[in-house]
């Protein structure tokens, strides 16, 4: 049962969106109610095992976390309560309850009146309780005190999940990939809090920075008696008396500032240019704060927003950002925690992941099947990391399962257009929810396609993929989730599908399970000529081996100039999904050498190598040869410099300070001159290696003409061993029958 008194998940949930100086957060105990039962339980047996639920929760933790309190799986109704104190001060103002999100279903009461209901798991509403308030108190709000209210919350979150957006939480009747999915996270698990707003007040402001000139602004006003429930994307209309409502706009940054009115709706449009624009970049993510007023006094409302001037466009078959070229070195998120779900323990934990990944090397992280927290995604603003947003999926296809996925993209766009750092909008997964058949059902390619079209729609400012890895009918970019074990097999598959060769690679869905997937869905052309994205890749049992693939795939793809980037699957573990970087409570795991951050550094060394396996990329002995490879060079300049070469203790770590073991007596090193354009793979270099007869490490790195280290990698060599699958090593047995064996 939940005992803490403290607050948590403390902070304002909305930085890019400031309204803090009137707020209350409503994190914490709320009284609760579930019940296990349905309408064909027997009343004493439901009511038995219902009594066995803690009657009280922690908020925001969903009720299947210890976090929770409660940690109760297959709930599938839960009722939360509270009783607010509203400050004497928000008296004539606008009050309105905000929810981060709630899965699934939410019907929201304030002091006994049913305010409205929100349908969808990982989109935030809000409801304006102010005509509720004045009506319901425990005592009539006066100028002299503060006031109270109970809020309710009754929740639905179906176990059957299969037909409407649940990305990977598990449902019953499974899915068809219910070996990737995990935990269910039910009720509310996002952050609930108050906000005091003017009257009327700004809503749904959307600021738009592709032009790098200034921004472009569209907001409207509400707030008024009888307002009807809403979400971010369906705000109420307007009447006539906000016409004309003047609106003040500053760029804090710039002191710049301008005076418009709203139109017959209430609507603000605007364009303020910027005189000496900032942009922003992964290397400088400068945010412009627009501070928006309307009104005076007490009843005035503001609300401070951040914004970035960036325009990422596809084009001539690759990324641009800013008008120049971009290359995303991205990892897949889930964002899961072991002890409560979806729900980051704390702010610090949330954006920590942020942190972590730009530690391995990534500039791009693909926030998997999640809307999540946008306090996660104003770091990502702040610091510079490039993201791809998607939401949640269904698992089975449905007219009202489609409905039901697009409803969710007119909400995410509203909430989550500002941020910069959004490149990508991601839709489907792999045919989930399409029951993984494009192109063999037109309806389902059809839906693929609606969505696309409704994303477009709201946001035509980034670009976006329909139906993520497999089968493309409608799409700004081609991506392919492509995992191979066998090394040689992968680079033979990837150069076929750069060079246009083949649009087909195999996928395998089970241990005897393995189909062809195209990555076009139709015959349109136009998809041919797309910026190329592998989305998903890895491989290996144990994380050396994954550490091993994920070194020479990497570099694999950084042979290929069309290439506009990668994402690697994945950052952390997640319960029984084993494949992340970090295990589930963010620790590095075993790379065996492997230093992600060289992997996915600017400048990255491609050896023209097919490594044997894990552990032994060259046999012992290993001759004297010429070792070839290219520079990839993805820098704003031709880099030129030396690349040098030298035999190190087997296993020993490659972040040394080289200097101090080159220029050792002794040490034989060899080295070349080398150069490489931005983008364009460099000709061949050739480093002449001298052999040797037991294991060892052969370390080869990069100095630009500074001296400085840009780029390192290595070769193991040692034992390759034939597999032993029959329970013999060479020389055993000679002349006799291996015992316990019947010889083929």
Same mark, same amino acid.
């Given at each position: 049962?939940?005992?803490d008194?403290?607050t948590?998940r403390s !902070?304002?949930?909305?930085p890019?969106?400031?309204r803090?100086?009137?707020?209350i957060s409503l ?11 349905s309408s064909?339980t027997?009343?004493?047996? =439901?009511k ?11 908020v925001?933790f ?11 799986t297959w ?5 939360y309560?509270?009783q607010?104190?509203?400050p004497?001060?928000w008296?004539?103002? =606008? ?11 939410a *019907?929201v009461?304030?002091n ?7 349908t969808?798991?990982?989109?935030s509403?809000?409801?304006d ?7 319901g ?6 100028? !002299?005190?503060d006031f109270s209210?109970t809020?309710?919350?009754?929740v ?20 068809d990939?219910?070996?990737v ?5 039910s009720? $509310?698990w996002?952050?609930?809090w108050?906000?005091?707003r003017g009257?009327?007040?700004?809503d749904?402001? %959307?600021v ?5 000139r200034g921004f472009?602004?569209n ?5 008024l @008696?009888n307002?009807s ?5 369906a705000?109420?209309r ?9 609106v003040? $706009? ?6 710049e500032?301008? $005076?418009?009115?709203? !139109?017959?709706n ?5 364009f303020?240019p ?7 970049s992964p ?6 704060r627009?501070?928006l007023t309307t009104?005076?006094?007490r009843t005035?409302?503001?609300?401070t ?10 084009r ?13 070195r ?10 409560t779900?979806l729900?980051?323990?704390s @702010?610090?934990e949330?954006?920590q ?6 530690k391995l090397?990534?500039?791009?992280v693909r926030?998997?099947? @999640?809307?999540e ?13 490039l ?5 949640p999926c269904?698992?089975?296809?449905s ?6 996925f697009n409803v969710?993209?007119?909400d ?7 941020h +910069?750092s959004i490149? %990508?909008w ?5 045919e989930?929810?399409?029951d ?6 037109? $309806?389902?390619?059809?839906a693929a ?6 994303l477009k ?6 670009p ?6 497999w089968s493309?009918?409608?799409? !700004?970019?081609i991506d392919w989730?492509?995992? *191979?074990?066998?090394?040689?097999v992968?680079?033979?598959?990837l150069?076929e ?10 996928v ?15 015959e349109? +052309?136009?998809?041919?000529n797309l ?5 998903e ?6 994380s050396?081996?994954?550490a091993w693939?994920l070194r020479w ?9 069309s290439m506009s ?9 997640? *319960? ?6 970090l295990?589930?409570h ?6 065996a ?9 600017d400048?990255?060394?491609v050896?023209?190598v ?7 990329d ?7 040869q010429?070792?070839g490879?290219?520079?990839s060079h993805h ?5 030129r ?5 030298m035999?190190?203790?087997?296993? &020993?770590?490659v972040?040394?300070?080289?200097s101090?073991?080159a ?6 090193v060899?080295?070349?001159d080398?150069f ?7 000709p ?5 290696? &001298? ?5 060892a490490?052969l370390?080869i790195w990069? *100095?630009?003409?500074s001296g400085v280290?840009?780029?390192?990698t290595?070769?193991d060599a040692?034992e390759?061993?034939?597999t032993n ?9 000679v002349?006799?029958?291996?015992p316990?064996? @019947?010889?083929?």
């Amino acid at each position: 049962m939940y005992t803490d008194t403290t607050t948590p998940r403390s !902070d304002y949930p909305r930085p890019d969106r400031d309204r803090s100086q009137h707020w209350i957060s409503l994190n914490g105990p709320w009284s609760f109610q579930a019940d296990y039962g349905s309408s064909s339980t027997p009343e004493g047996l =439901r009511k038995a095992v219902n009594e066995q639920v803690p009657s009280l929760i922690c908020v925001p933790f969903a009720w299947e976390t210890k976090q929770s309190g409660v940690n109760r799986t297959w709930l599938e109704h839960g009722v939360y309560s509270r009783q607010v104190d509203i400050p004497k001060e928000w008296l004539g103002r =606008r009050t309105v309850l905000c929810f981060g999100a709630v899965f699934y279903r939410a *019907e929201v009461y304030v002091n006994d009146m049913r305010i409205g209901v929100h349908t969808g798991g990982h989109t935030s509403f809000e409801f304006d309780i102010t005509d509720a308030l004045q009506t319901g108190s425990r005592h009539t709000p006066g100028l !002299d005190s503060d006031f109270s209210a109970t809020i309710t919350v009754s929740v639905d979150a179906p176990v059957d999940k299969r037909h409407i957006p649940h990305g990977k939480q598990r449902s019953i009747p499974r899915d068809d990939y219910d070996g990737v999915s995990f935990t269910p996270t039910s009720g $509310i698990w996002q952050s609930v809090w108050l906000e005091s707003r003017g009257a009327p007040y700004l809503d749904t402001i %959307l600021v738009d920075g592709t032009s790098l000139r200034g921004f472009q602004i569209n907001a409207n006003l509400t707030g008024l @008696k009888n307002f009807s429930a809403r979400t971010s994307a369906a705000p109420a209309r307007c009447l006539d008396n906000f016409c004309g409502q003047e609106v003040r $706009i500053k760029i804090e940054e710039s002191n710049e500032e301008t $005076i418009v009115s709203t !139109d017959e709706n209430g609507f603000v449009t605007a364009f303020l240019p910027i005189e000496d624009p900032h942009l922003w970049s992964p290397s400088d993510p400068f945010l412009y704060r627009l501070t928006l007023t309307t009104g005076a006094g007490r009843t005035a409302d503001q609300v401070t927003v951040t914004a970035g001037l960036r325009k990422i466009e596809s084009r001539d078959g690759v990324l641009w950002l800013n008008g120049e070229r971009l290359f995303v070195r991205g990892v897949l998120d889930q964002g899961y925690w072991p002890e409560t779900g979806l729900t980051a323990p704390s @702010k610090q934990e949330l954006v920590q992941d942020l942190h972590l990944a730009r530690k391995l090397g990534y500039t791009m992280v693909r926030k998997h099947l @999640k809307l999540e927290d946008p306090l996660w995604l104003h770091e990502a603003d702040r610091i510079g990391m490039l993201v791809w947003a998607e939401p949640p999926c269904t698992s089975r296809y449905s007219p009202e399962g489609a409905e039901a996925f697009n409803v969710q993209i007119a909400d995410m766009v509203a909430r989550d257009f500002n941020h +910069p750092s959004i490149i %990508l909008w991601g839709l489907y997964n792999e045919e989930w929810g399409l029951d993984w058949d494009i192109p063999g059902s037109p $309806i389902r390619a059809a839906a693929a396609a609606a969505a696309f079209d409704q994303l477009k729609r709201c946001d035509s400012t980034r670009p976006a993929i329909e139906n993520s890895g497999w089968s493309h009918v409608k799409s !700004d970019i081609i991506d392919w989730h492509y995992y *191979e074990p066998q090394i040689a097999v992968w680079n033979q598959h990837l150069a076929e599908l750069m060079r246009a060769e083949r649009d087909d690679f195999p996928v395998r869905l089970g241990p005897n399970f393995t189909v062809d997937k195209h990555l076009y869905g139709n015959e349109n +052309p136009a998809l041919r000529n797309l910026p190329n994205l592998n989305s998903e890749y890895g491989e290996g049992f144990t994380s050396v081996e994954r550490a091993w693939h994920l070194r020479w795939e990497t570099q694999e793809m950084r042979r290929y100039d069309s290439m506009s980037g990668y994402v690697y699957t994945e950052l952390t573990d997640v *319960e029984h999904e084993m494949a992340g970087l970090l295990d589930a409570h963010r620790n590095p795991k075993e790379w065996a050498g492997c230093i992600p951050a060289v992997i996915n550094a600017d400048t990255v060394i491609v050896l023209n190598v097919v490594p044997r396996e894990a552990g032994a990329d060259v046999a012992v002995p290993f001759s004297g040869q010429l070792i070839g490879f290219h520079l990839s060079h993805h820098g704003v300049s031709e880099i030129r410099g030396r690349a040098y070469a030298m035999w190190i203790p087997a296993h &020993s770590p490659v972040d040394f300070d080289v200097s101090q073991v080159a220029g050792a007596v002794g040490v034989q090193v060899t080295a070349c001159d080398v150069f490489a354009q931005p983008f364009i793979l460099s000709p061949e270099f050739s480093l002449s290696v &001298s052999g040797i007869e037991a294991p060892a490490r052969l370390l080869i790195w990069v *100095e630009n003409e500074s001296g400085v280290v840009c780029a390192r990698t290595y070769l193991d060599a040692a034992e390759v061993e034939t597999t032993n699958r029959r329970g013999a090593r060479s020389g055993e047995f000679v002349g006799v029958p291996r015992p316990g064996w @019947k010889e083929d």
